[in-house]
């Protein structure tokens, strides 16, 4: 009897609780802005491939605007300073001029700033290649110390606060913000930063006077088996992505992917830097020791220090003052000066 | 108005929901108390290491997964969901079921994150950025490796006497031990026996902290282990401060 009466008390007990959700879902729905999942079409140049996009994370002009404010708001950082933009500068083809990168209250981190152009391509982030895509990389400058150093939960309640971004989250994501719509809309942003019209391009395209005969001299020289720098930096964004040592040292301060796989072999390796921009997003190498590009031509000239490591391909070249130029002069026909101006505050 | 309705249905559900449901289960809980000289641990105080170096300590940080409670019967109810972050400023009660019912005689937990959910080629890996900020597995409680992504079982963070001169606080007397990958993966197993009887179970074990330091003499050994896998230089030290773990947790008490 009494266990009769205690399965009807439960029975009637679930029903309750049902009315409750139902009648609470409603009210939160009114005050909900509906989301939106309008198509962002990239503009992708013709000789680049199409951009791998995760299925969890289609691209929409809602999170592609949600990212880009996102990127350029200091609200990421614990004491409202730096942005993502602050070192990944548009106009420095999101990359910057400090050697090493300067996060909160000046600290200078351990590695130069690469560019953001072309990221979405990257199947790995990071120098050491190990962070898997963009949405994961997103928590690392966040939370780094020594770039932002914000909390993601202190991070979520700032936005949560925010009358711009709790509506736009709710129109992008139908949600409030969460670590995972926070980093899918960053990582959406990220891979509409696309170059692909530089005087090389052109030249490519069938506007054989877009390079000077300089430089077509240069990109001989560039793809050419005596100096084989297309075997590293090849392909439409100039890298294949691999871990190469060049012998910028005989000693590794920074030992490179080595961090990441203990593996004595692997020091002084670092992913192939994408080449496109490259006039522009000095000064180079993973520490930013060398500040010209005449300085990177000069050291490959040289065939590079004394390293176990050292990439084979990597030797002198005996490259002619005139040959010098040439290459330089092609290295900066891979800028596309006004990228940039698409991506700022519309 | 609606809010109204919803409170009177709330009060009348809680009204029915006394004495709902079978009458033997019970919560359990696990509740992990840090200690130090067998006293709860407080931060940056002066204690002294199973060696005997003066150690303060100003992080314990350390993840529990994989629990299971054995039944008598042996059979076992494994909780493969549930991750907890022990701290050494929380209080660290963790619930592991809502209901449960049963004779037990123990239970088994891991020090750390398992593969399952800290191999990023797994197939159960679910990225870090997922789970909700206050989840024990959010990157935002930073035990979360984001430039080789991974979790970091345990933080043990203070200072050490290693000139033996009875001061703290001299420079490069820090040390800065972050364990973690599968082979640093350790169960503890704790026989007691508990039956459910409706009120709510809580397992209490003591973790004696500066027991993970037994037979590990800062002056000598690493004071700084951050290994970035398990080839690590850094690795064999960080195993050797995991594998104290059963001297650091005592029996079960309630």
Redesign the interface.
Known sequence: MGTFLNSIRCLLNKFLIYIIGVSLFSIACKENIKKRETPYILDIPDAFPEMPIPSHNPLTVEKVELGRKLFFDPILSVDSTISCASCHIPQIAFADHEPQAKGIHGKIGMRNTPTLYNIGYAPYLFMEGKVPDLETQVIAPVQHEEEMGLNLRDLLKRLEKHPYYKKQFQLAFGEKPTPGNFVRALACFERTLISGNSSYDQYINGDTNALTAQQKLGMELFFSERLQCSKCHGGFNFTNYGFENIGLYVHYEDIGLARATADTNDIGKFKVPTLRNISITYPYMHNGSLQTLNDVIEFYNEGGKKNPNKSSLIKPLKLSEAEKKALISFLESLTEEQAYTKYLQP | M??R??FI??S??AF??I???SEKSSRIFLKINLTAEGQPLQLNTDYTSPEGTLIQFSMVRFYVSQISLIKENNEEIHYPDNYYLADSQSENLFLIDEAVTGKFKGIRFGLGVDSTRND?SGIYAI????????HAL???N?M?W????GYIFMKLEGKADTSANGILNEIGETFSIHTGFKEAYVFIERNYNFTTKGDDIILQVNAEIPNFFTNYNLRSKKKDAH???S???D?PYVLEIVNNSNLVFGNIFE
């Open positions: 609606k809010f309705i919803a249905l709330l009348i559900t029915f929901n004495g709902c449901g990023s990225p870090a950025y997922e789970y909700p900020a206050d959010s990157p935002a930073f979360y984001s430039w080789n992504p290994p970035s896998n080839k690590h230089e690795f």
